[in-house]
């Protein structure tokens, strides 16, 4: 098939009708495709007959086709599928507002809640919401509910008002409602379903994260593992585990690559103080492994470039690591600018080891990343190194403690580097790895990262950072995999 694939609303529409004509895998969660002789959408690679083309309507969401009348394929399930890259592509506020529901904003804290950190009215976000996405922000959380409800009917053994209160419904009735109207089943017949056990570790509850393949798990595993702090994460060649401070209390999640069917999968097994929070950290967990990346996509771009081909050839699938806490990331990315990685775990898991909250004991993990507060209190009593650098970073949690910093997935790409770069000891080598990996800008280039340089360097790019930049250019709007894979020449990581 021509058709390449991309965000879709530069698509037209004979380019996603002939993508369902050939089933393609690599647009589920871009677009849902839905027909009017059957009021069904589906994902793209549904694999039921393709319907006439006078049939067939588009949607950017599933949200969008629930508002027009429309409920869930049983055969596809188009809920399951991957999330958009398209979210990570565009930094407008709709992509933004997505990436700030998936992370359950809207049911901590409602839809002026949303509306205010996007910067905007509760009715001007939610006509630009239904111009762009063809649904407000209540029919983007309760699409995003019914999303949650089916993750833990499908991956837990929870009672009805269990999951129901979890997925954030107001009421039993309400949830059995929502589900009906989406899945055109009720919630025991979609239970029912299922063909993956429970977790077999006492209250865990254990998922498969679809993503598009092909996935480059050994680097991403091996990035994660270079980086580990004691007692906080702990990674394997085939899985990454770490305690996670989350809006209902303290969790504990493990990512690992499952080999054990025909095609690999990343599983996430999470055990969590509230289940509410569960939603969250699977926006979370999926932003950290990059999972809703379309990889094809991506490198057909970049082995465009000769100098490029054969080494993305030998890793195809490769991921830009993300962040399960924006603020961590922060802190982490500050102590370890100008020094190697080693020498930056050390000092992350010394500082852990005074500051960071002690947990209840799980899976060998037993500790929190340090608070904000903790390492503006007490932080310059742990840092070692020159005394600006460290006011800079206790400076830099007291703003982030007291809100006078803020820094979220849903931030606007150039405002947050403009706020960071304004606090003294932020350069822009650190607000740019913040922003690749906190916001999931895919067009991050970092001319003057070390190994960056090293890695043009082995591949016969340019090696100065003026002239690595410039020709960096070329690559737009794939920095961030640009800068990966220079990264991923000087394995291990």
Known sequence: MSVTAHPQASMSFDERYRVIESRDPRFDGQF?????????????????????????????????????????????????????PEWNVRSDVAARAMRLIADGLVEREGVPGLAAQ?????????????????????????????????MLLVGTDLSMADVAFSAGFASIRQFNATVREVYDM??????????????????AIDLVLPHRGPMDATAIFAWQQARDIAGVTASTPTCYARTQRLPGGPAWFELRLDESGDVPRMRL?????????????????????????????????????????????????????????????????????????????????RLT????????????????????????????EVLRGPAARIRAITNVAAALAS?????SAGDDNDEQRRRLLAMPGIGPWTADYVRMRVTGDPDVFLPGDAAVRNGAKKLGLPSTPAALAEWSKRAAPWRSYLTAHLWRVLAPF
């Open 32 to 84: 849902v495709s839905a027909v009017r002789s059957t009021g069904i959408y589906c994902r793209p690679s549904c694999p039921a007959r393709t319907a006439r083309r006078e049939n067939v309507s588009f949607f950017p969401t599933s949200a969008a086709a629930h508002e027009a009348g429309y409920r869930a394929c049983k055969r596809c399930l188009p809920e399951a599928a991957p999330g958009s």
């Open 118 to 150: 996007l910067g905007y009215s509760t009715r001007h976000l939610t006509r630009v919401l239904n111009s762009e996405l063809g649904a407000g922000p209540l029919a983007l959380s309760r699409a995003h509910r019914s999303h949650t409800a089916r």
């Open 186 to 203: 009720a919630p025991m017949q979609l239970r029912a379903r299922r063909r993956e056990p429970v977790s077999a570790l006492p209250g």
């Open 269 to 349: 097994r999470a055990r969590l103080t509230s289940l509410g929070d569960l939603a969250t950290l699977v926006a979370r967990a999926r932003r950290l492994f990059d999972l809703d990346a379309d990889p094809l996509a991506t490198e057909a771009e970049l082995s465009k470039h000769p100098e490029l081909a054969a080494a993305i050839a030998a890793r195809p699938g490769l991921r830009v690591p993300g962040a399960v806490d924006p603020h961590e990331m922060l802190i982490r990315a500050m102590i370890g600018q100008q020094i190697s990685v080693a020498a930056a775990r050390t000092a992350l898991t």
């Open 353 to 380: 080891d005074v500051l960071g909250e002690r947990i209840e004991p799980y899976q060998g993990l037993d500790r929190l990343f340090p608070s904000m507060e903790a390492i503006a209190d007490r932080g310059a």
């Open 403 to 407: 809100g006078e910093l803020t820094l």
